[in-house]
């Protein structure tokens, strides 16, 4: 009884404190800043009229979404990345998109793009295939 | 009771414990939580500053790329500087393709102090090939983490204060305080042997324990309460039961008594206690007190009836028996003795044991007395028994005192007796009474034998005086038997040989003495030959009557006959009466005797009618005064009242003796024998007390002369003439009133005629008939009748051998 105890304390403090599939490797400072700067950059190089372009595949309209705030919360999803920043459409409401970043040669590539609701992500969230970052 | 107020005592170890368990893991659990705090904490700071430096960078990096040429100097330089409003961007600087800094912020400075901090490059588009260099650092990130810690640090000793104070506080009053209100009550408890309860308690488990504890108190409180009441009512009952009772311990030192005890001893308790049993209690005589003192000390079950002698204060001593109740207690062995006394039962045995062999009238010893003291001879040796004899007395003619006089009279003559016998002995002498009239006397140092004659003949001449009792002078003698302690083998056997020596005096005409001989044992022998020979007679009907004819002395006829009692022994032949009547009376035997006889005179008479009633005869039958009792002479009467003509017929001869029985209304019994028809003869007339003055008032119809009157009156000497007299002053006073004179044993014919000069009208006696069988005596009637039917003179018979 009290050996099957232990084991379920140490279990417990183990899957409490451990990243495993809920955490990553921790990023430094320098990786964190760069992929700020990659996000930044990639959305800076996306403005048309001060605002990234976005296809609703649902209306096929073209929605305009204007950046606010970026995020400090890195995901990563094996060994790409996920970022997200804030943005804001022309009626001034709020929506999130998110970043799906790759690592080419010691610089980042954003290589797909989703606003507002992110049915995969959360789908890899739950799976546990997508762990926080920082 | 009282209720304690909670003392600050002794929590604090408990408080250490406690403290010492929960600040570590307090600590344990503030600072890993801190911990914790601070690495979430400064993580998401850390990721929101990295996040604003990408940001500024990047932002930064696309502003420079919109300056046009010509201004790309100054406004790069501006747009760099923007940079450093974040506190986290150290500084920043545009290097072309070959490293040159063609802009910095702050200007002109650049990064010269900053070769330490992190750095990001961004390739620019404008100008072409140049990258934005932005150096940072997490200064601010670090300080605050600093102060975090110091805070931390600060808050965590403060915390750990307040919760340590907290803790104590809180301990202090939620366990503390209770639980030293219990240790108080406890201690209290224990020191005042009192249960204490605790006053307050709170509502939680403790209080349930202090409410436990309080419940477990009162019933402790009604326990001792109850001890208490019991151990008073035990005091009480050990120290007022009447009953001395007293506790020793191991080693049989008194420990304890009871207040009786020491009320019915004088002694004070602190002069016992402490004390040993052999202070008090002395052992029975021929006991060993250690012997029995280790007995009662080792004893582990209880004793009872240990004799002791109690000794009281002021001297006087008890005797007492002692019972013994081991109680064990713990390692203590104590012994409960209770003491029962028993100086009265021991006077009540000394008094029964000297009633036992003290007779009552005389004071003096009884025979188990005399038998005691004949034992001191035996224990003493053979010259003591040589120097003792021992002496057999029996007083002569008490008996005819004690009928006439009454037994009240005779005991003041047993008594007087006893008087001269005594003064007759020197002190050294044993004087007994052995029942009746017999006294014993044990004389010591006899010189000779024969000095036991001389103290014999001094007891026979004390006894010629009569004694005076009352206004009555009554004559008693003794005969004496003397034995010596020689001759017998043991205390019964020198007593019967005494008696047989006073037998023989007896037969010796009384008033002697007689010293034992051999031949005494074979007389005596006889009787008890005789009275088997009587009892076998009585089971076997060997009892006959003979009849003796008693004659009208005018007309010389047959007037009745007088039935005298016969023994047929197969191999004696035909016993004489008086062995026979001797015997009887000493033994008992007359009653079955004379029963036998009454119903054998009825059944003649009522058979031989036509002899006897029809001739106007009469049966003469001898009663025994030991048997006119009521129940014997009620059976008589109502027999005779069922055949009035056999009553009328029959006379029954009572001696003076049964006339003067004190025990018996004899006066009334006798009046209403004569109601029934039949008569009344007092028999062995002149050879008792009585006289003519008292016999009138008795209805006696017939007197008869003894014998002793009448033998020889024809002789010419002084006795013959003094009965002369006598016989004459008798008929004439008997004739006056009115009674009837039959003069027994006339032998003679001079008896005869004087015996008819004196006008006594009837006789009996050998002159005319010796006694005949019934049939030999029916048959003599018959003759007489046939010839007197012709001469009318009676048939003269020879005479034969007295048998009276």
């Given at each position: ?19 495993a ?29 001060g ?37 804001v ?46 | ?70 201004h ?19 500084c ?12 910095a ?82 201690r209290?408890?224990n ?47 050990y ?35 402490g004390?040993?049993?052999g202070?008090?209690?002395s ?18 079950r ?45 006077n ?79 002190r ?9 009239d ?9 010189r ?54 006073m ?58 006959m ?18 026979i ?27 031989q ?19 006119i ?68 008032r ?15 009156l ?17 008929a004439a ?18 008896s ?33 009748d ?17 048998s009276?």
């Amino acid at each position: 009884m009290k050996k099957h105890l232990a084991a379920c304390i140490i279990f417990a403090g183990l899957n409490l404190f451990q990243p495993a599939a809920a955490m990553a490797e921790p990023l430094s400072d320098a990786d964190m800043v760069a992929l700020q700067v990659a996000m930044q950059t990639h959305i800076d190089s996306a403005l048309v009229d001060g605002a990234v372009l976005s296809l609703d595949p649902a209306t096929g309209n073209v929605v305009s979404y204007y950046p606010t705030k970026a995020h400090p919360k890195i995901m990563t999803m094996g060994k790409h990345i996920i970022m997200c920043s804030d943005f804001v459409d022309v009626s001034g409401k709020p929506t999130m998109a998110n970043f799906y970043m790759a690592s080419d040669k010691g610089r980042y590539v954003v290589f797909n793009t989703t606003f507002g609701a992110d049915p995969a992500l959360e789908k890899m969230m739950k799976d546990g295939k997508v762990a926080m970052a920082n | 009771m009282p209720h304690q107020s909670p003392e600050k005592t002794g929590t604090t170890r408990l408080l250490t414990r406690f403290l010492r368990l929960l600040l570590p893991a307090f600590l344990f659990a503030s600072s890993l939580g801190l911990y914790v705090l601070g690495a979430f904490t400064f993580g998401d700071e850390r990721s929101a500053i990295v996040t604003r430096i990408g940001n500024l960078a990047a932002r930064t990096a696309a502003a420079v790329n919109k300056i046009s040429d010509h201004h790309q100097a100054s406004q790069t330089e501006s747009v760099l500087s923007l940079m450093l409003a974040d506190p986290a961007v150290a500084c920043g600087f545009i290097a072309d393709q070959s490293g040159k800094v063609i802009a910095a912020a702050p200007a002109r400075v650049g990064c010269a102090g900053s070769q330490h901090a992190a750095q990001v490059d961004i390739k620019l588009q404008n100008p072409v090939g140049a990258t934005l260099c932005v150096k940072y650092n997490l200064t601010e990130l670090e300080d605050r983490g600093k102060l975090f810690r110091i805070f931390t640090l600060i808050a965590l000793l403060g915390s750990l204060f307040v919760a340590a104070a907290a803790s104590w506080f809180s301990f202090r009053v939620t366990v503390g305080k209770p639980v030293n209100a219990l240790l108080t009550a406890i201690r209290t408890t224990n020191m005042l042997g009192k249960p204490t309860k605790v006053s307050e308690a709170p509502d939680d488990e403790l209080g349930s324990v202090i409410h436990a504890f309080n419940s477990m108190q009162d019933k402790l409180e009604s326990e001792a309460r109850r001890n208490a009441d019991a151990l008073r009512r035990l005091d009480y009952i050990y120290n007022e039961t009447p009953a001395l009772m007293f506790s020793i311990d191991a080693e049989g030192v008194i420990i304890h008594a009871s207040g009786h005890w020491l009320d019915e001893t004088g002694y004070r308790r602190e002069d016992i206690v402490g004390a040993p049993l052999g202070q008090f209690l002395s052992a029975a005589p021929g006991e060993d007190f250690d012997t029995i003192r280790r007995t009662i000390v080792e004893a582990t079950r209880p004793l009872r009836d240990i004799p002791f002698t109690l000794a009281r204060k002021n001297g006087e001593r008890m005797e007492v028996l002692m019972a013994v109740v081991p109680d064990i207690e713990a390692d203590q062995v104590a012994k409960l003795c209770v003491l029962s006394d028993i100086s009265g039962l021991k006077n009540a045995q000394v008094e029964l044991r000297r009633q036992a062999v003290t007779d009552h009238l005389t004071g003096l010893p009884n025979r188990q007395g005399l038998f005691e003291h004949l034992s001191t001879i035996k224990h003493a040796g053979p010259a003591e028994a040589e120097a003792s004899a021992l002496l057999f007395i029996d007083l002569d003619n008490f008996k005819t005192v004690n009928d006439t006089l009454g037994h009240a009279a005779g005991d003041q003559l047993l008594k007087a007796a006893a008087g001269r016998l005594r003064n007759c002995i020197s002190r050294k002498d044993c004087l007994a009474r052995l029942g009746g009239d017999e006294f014993a006397i044990v004389l010591h140092g006899l010189r000779q034998p024969d000095d036991a004659l001389l103290v014999a003949d001094r007891i026979i001449k004390a006894f010629v005086n009569p004694f005076r009792i009352g206004e009555a002078n009554a004559l008693v003698g003794s005969s004496i038997g003397i034995a010596h302690f020689s001759e017998g083998e043991n205390n019964d056997d020198i007593l019967r040989l005494a008696d047989l020596a006073m037998y023989q005096s007896k037969q010796s005409g009384k008033n002697c003495v007689s010293r034992y001989s051999n031949d005494m044992s074979a007389r005596v022998l006889s009787r008890d030959i005789m009275v088997r020979k009587i009892r076998d007679a009585l089971n076997e009907d060997r009892f006959v009557f003979h009849f003796q004819p008693i004659v009208d002395l005018e007309t010389m006829r047959p007037v009745g006959m007088e039935a005298l009692l016969r023994l047929n022994c197969p191999n004696d032949g035909l016993l004489a009466p008086y062995e026979i009547i001797k015997a009887a009376e000493e033994t008992g035997l007359i009653g079955r005797i004379t029963s036998w006889g009454v119903a054998e005179g009825l059944s003649v008479a009522r058979n031989q009618q036509s002899r006897i009633a029809d001739r106007s005869r009469y049966i003469s039958i001898n009663l025994s005064p030991k048997q006119i009792t009521a129940e014997f002479m009620s059976e008589l009467i109502a027999r005779l009242k069922g055949n009035p003509r056999v009553a009328r017929s029959m006379v029954f001869e009572i001696t003076e003796t049964a006339l003067f029985r004190q025990d018996e209304d004899v006066s009334g019994m006798l009046a209403d024998l004569r109601a029934t028809g039949a008569r009344i003869a007092l028999d062995d007339f002149g050879t008792g007390y009585s006289s003519l003055g008292h016999i009138h008032r008795f209805p006696v119809d017939i007197i008869k002369l003894d014998r002793s009157f009448v033998g020889g009156l024809g002789q010419d000497n002084e006795d013959a003439r003094r009965r002369r007299a006598l016989i004459k002053a008798t008929a004439a006073l008997a004739g006056e009133l009115g009674m009837a004179i039959i003069a027994e044993g006339i032998e003679d014919n001079e008896s005869l005629g004087v015996i008819r000069d004196f006008g006594i009208r009837y006789g009996q006696g050998y002159l005319f008939s010796t006694p005949m069988p019934a049939n030999v005596a029916l048959d003599w009637l018959d003759a007489f009748d046939r010839q007197a039917g012709q001469d009318g003179n009676v048939v003269q018979l020879a005479r034969s051998k007295p048998s009276k």
